[in-house]
T-cell receptor, first 111, second 113 residues
Framework: AQRVTQPEKLLSVFKGAPVELKCNYS??????LFWYVQYSRQRLQLLLR??SRESIKGFTADLNKGETSFHLKKPFAQEEDSAMYYC?????????????FGTGTRLLVSP | NAGVTQTPKFQVLKTGQSMTLQCAQD?????MYWYRQDPGMGLRLIYY???????DKGEVPNGYNVSRLNKREFSLRLESAAPSQTSVYFC????????????FGSGTQLSVL
């Protein structure tokens, strides 16, 4: 079964603290994973993808196939990081690719 | 260049009423999607359209119908609205599974009383 699990509904941290948003997946094929972010009153948008191994706004995420995880990390959280974060898995069914999203984690960074 | 435009932004319906959510894109993308967003359940795919003239069911299609009118437009219809369909609905478009180019509309907040 194709599934993305984000165990935390809410993660509350203070400014400057490290952040780790957890994401685990279940997929029989070769996984392709993404993190999307939705800031208040803005559209959902891509934050980063595992293929590029890039750092966006200080966030990084490493695909760990052994643990089937793709956790999102930032060493020092900022107030502007407060948002809803979704982990997503690219899946292939009947030749068509679809994104399966996790349930989301709301990150709240307090001053 | 508006990207992905959804109408209406807000709607209140009574149980049993029908309505159509409209989505239009000007990015010349082949694929279009309808998701619903519910607290604690994340984004769930309702229907998608791989290309003009084709539509397929997603994870939660019951109670909905869609029409891919042309390449630009993909509408979602609720024939007989139910309170369980109270949600925020998002339309999204993508260029042939290139997820870096997945763009979302601003959403429609629907309440069914």
């Amino acid at each position: 079964a194709q599934r993305v699990t984000q165990p935390e509904k809410l993660l509350s941290v203070f400014k400057g603290a490290p952040v780790e948003l957890k994401c685990n997946y279940s997929y029989s094929g070769s996984p392709e994973l993404f993190w999307y972010v939705q800031y208040s009153r803005q559209r959902l948008q891509l934050l980063l993808r595992h293929i590029s191994r890039e750092s966006i706004k200080g966030f990084t995420a490493d695909l760990n196939k052994g643990e089937t995880s793709f956790h999102l990390k930032k060493p020092f959280a900022q107030e502007e990081d407060s948002a809803m974060y979704y982990c997503a898995l690219n899946t292939m069914n009947t030749g068509f690719q679809k994104l399966v999203f996790g349930t989301g984690t709301r990150l709240l960074v307090s001053p | 260049n508006a990207g992905v435009t959804q109408t209406p932004k807000f709607q209140v319906l009574k149980t049993g009423q029908s309505m159509t959510l409209q989505c239009a894109q000007d990015m010349n993308h082949n694929s279009m999607y309808w998701y619903r967003q519910d607290p604690g359940m994340g984004l769930r795919l309702i229907y998608y359209s791989a290309s003009e003239g084709t539509t397929d069911k997603g994870e939660v299609p019951n109670g909905y119908n869609v029409s891919r009118l042309n390449k630009r437009e993909f509408s979602l219809r609720l024939e007989s609205a139910a309170p369980s369909q109270t949600s925020v609905y998002f339309c999204a478009t993508c260029d042939r599974g290139i997820w870096e180019k997945l763009f979302f509309g601003s959403g429609t907040q629907l309440s069914v009383l």
